[in-house]
């Protein structure tokens, strides 16, 4: 009975870790979809010409938070032991490193825009949709990339809050943030209000403000709740990060930069074999992407939290429960997985008609939501077990498991079905998202071996 009771205690407290998060990413991703519709009723080249800089931006997101998990290892360690002094640093560390990381995406996307772009406006089409979709990402990507350090600040931020298993705060900055940008899409997308009528610039100006907005918030809020957030006091006093723990930080941090970046760029190559075959494919791929983001906010933040949940485990020194409770955290998150990807599967034949697109497309689009909807339990197992795996810090692992997997598996067979197939785009995706369940043979021998179960903040 006390066993079962422990049991239940700790699916609570991963809840309470994971429900803001779900909130949080759940109307993010719904404004995600408004935004997307807005965008689609503009036409189908501002929404591919939007869809593509995202998707190279998507590449800059994940350098950020695998910078930022990095350090997080150790703070949601260090919070299992109470060390607020630990907290401060690896806070400190992650402003100044995500900072100069922002400033060097911003120099490289600059430079390299409309090359980047281009990849993926080599398949079957019209040039001149071609052209004016190429000329829309490249005007989209540089108003953006004003946003891209203010990110890297309030991952830093929102980071170490949800390290330290608040994550409610995040969530309104979060919300606020994105009521302005849903508010500023409509005012300038449009041109309501006497304002001019910007298309898919408008979203792009409305997107940048909303990132001061959640940026000033959060340095706001906790600045005036030091009391609840200790880590800050004295946190700008110095930058002062002792010698030994910046490169115990690092070591931790870029492999995890290294397997974020080589991943997000191996879905940045698949989604280019896709665009290779058609390119219709760019705007199907845009409409699944948006229902799979919304759909999987349940598993993507119960994933995310069960590795805060492990951080303070390990970090309080409860290693030998620590394979038991990370076997119920992710099946609860598999569980999760399973009832979003039922609904999925219900609106695919349906969600595509809200897009001002071309029947071919939508069809297409509903096939695509189909094959996402039938591999979603199997991300959701694999999503969890990297977060457990990661907890220990064993980056490693981490980077075999998801990265090099990722381009040896599927990023290889994607390449290879575009260029030397006659598949159909919807036979590749078919293909390579089934490719999830060696994956899960993968992690369930990761996480049963227990190797990642390691206290790494222990003096």
């Known amino acids: 009975?006390?066993?079962?009771?422990?049991?239940?205690?700790?699916?609570?407290?991963?809840?309470?870790?994971?429900?803001?998060?779900?909130?949080?990413?759940?109307?993010?991703?719904?404004?995600?979809?408004?935004?997307?519709?807005?965008i689609g009723r503009v036409g189908t080249n501002s929404l591919s010409g939007v869809a593509i800089a995202n998707q190279l931006i998507f590449v800059f997101y994940l350098v950020i938070f695998?910078?930022?998990?990095?350090?997080?290892?150790?703070?949601?360690?260090?919070?299992?032991?109470?060390?607020?002094?630990?907290?401060?640093?690896?806070?400190?560390?992650?402003?100044?490193?995500?900072?100069?990381?922002?400033?060097?995406?911003?120099?490289?996307?600059?430079?390299?825009?409309?090359?980047?772009?281009n990849l993926f406006l080599l398949g079957e089409g019209d040039p001149a949709d071609a052209a004016e979709t190429l000329k829309i990402g490249i005007s989209y990507m540089r108003i953006i990339l004003i946003s891209l350090i203010p990110i890297g600040i309030t991952q830093a931020y929102a980071g170490t809050l949800r390290d330290l298993g608040s994550t409610k705060v995040p969530m309104y900055a979060s919300l606020?943030?994105?009521?302005?940008?849903?508010?500023?899409?409509?005012?300038?997308?449009?041109?309501?209000?006497?304002?001019?009528?910007?298309?898919?610039?408008?979203?792009?100006?409305?997107t940048v403000i909303s990132r001061f907005v959640e940026l000033t918030i959060l340095i706001v809020y906790t600045g005036k709740h030091s009391k609840m957030f200790p880590f800050i006091k004295g946190a700008f006093?110095?930058?002062?990060?002792?010698?030994?723990?910046?490169?115990?930080?690092?070591?931790?941090?870029?492999?995890?930069?290294?397997?974020?970046?080589?991943?997000?760029?191996?879905?940045?190559?698949?989604?280019?074999?896709?665009?290779?075959?058609?390119?219709?494919?760019?705007?199907?791929?845009?409409?699944?992407?948006?229902i799979w983001n919304l759909m999987g906010v349940s598993f993507l933040a119960m994933g995310e939290a069960v590795g805060i949940m492990m951080g303070h485990i390990l970090g309080s020194g409860e290693l030998s429960e620590a394979k038991q409770k990370a076997d119920q955290m992710r099946w609860f998150t598999v569980a999760c997985g399973v009832f979003f990807a039922m609904l999925m599967a219900a609106i695919s034949p349906f969600f595509?008609?809200?897009?001002?697109?071309?029947?071919?497309?939508?069809?297409?689009?509903?096939?695509?939501?189909?094959?996402?909807?039938?591999?979603?339990?199997?991300?959701?197992?694999?999503?969890?077990?990297y977060f457990i795996i990661r907890s220990g810090g064993n980056t490693l692992i981490t980077v075999l498991f998801d990265s090099i997997y990722t381009w040896a598996i599927a990023v290889s067979a994607a390449f290879f079905m575009s260029r030397y197939t006659n598949l159909s785009v919807s036979w590749m995706l078919a293909i390579v998202n089934g490719l999830e369940v060696i994956k899960c043979l993968i992690a369930f021998f990761f996480v049963r071996s227990g190797m990642w179960i390691k206290n790494i903040v222990r003096k």
């Not at 029947?359 to 189909?370: E, N, V, W």
């Open 1 to 38: 009975m006390t066993k079962s009771k422990n049991d239940r205690s700790y699916i609570r407290k991963l809840l309470l870790i994971a429900i803001p998060m779900m909130v949080q990413n759940g109307i993010s991703n719904f404004v995600n979809l408004l935004d997307n519709l807005m």
């Open 66 to 117: 695998g910078a930022t998990a990095g350090a997080g290892i150790f703070t949601a360690q260090y919070k299992g032991m109470d060390d607020n002094e630990g907290i401060r640093y690896t806070f400190r560390f992650k402003l100044v490193f995500n900072t100069i990381i922002a400033a060097v995406c911003v120099f490289v996307f600059a430079m390299l825009a409309p090359t980047l772009i």
């Open 176 to 206: 606020c943030a994105i009521f302005v940008n849903l508010v500023g899409n409509w005012l300038l997308i449009y041109g309501k209000l006497g304002l001019p009528a910007l298309g898919a610039d408008g979203a792009a100006i409305a």
């Open 237 to 290: 006093r110095n930058f002062t990060v002792p010698a030994g723990l910046v490169g115990k930080f690092i070591l931790k941090s870029l492999p995890l930069m290294f397997n974020e970046t080589m991943w997000s760029l191996g879905m940045t190559v698949i989604n280019q074999s896709y665009s290779y075959r058609s390119l219709d494919a760019v705007a199907a791929m845009n409409i699944q992407s948006t």
């Open 352 to 385: 595509p008609m809200l897009y001002n697109t071309s029947d071919q497309i939508k069809s297409l689009a509903s096939g695509f939501i189909l094959i996402a909807a039938c591999t979603m339990p199997f991300v959701a197992y694999t999503h969890a077990s």
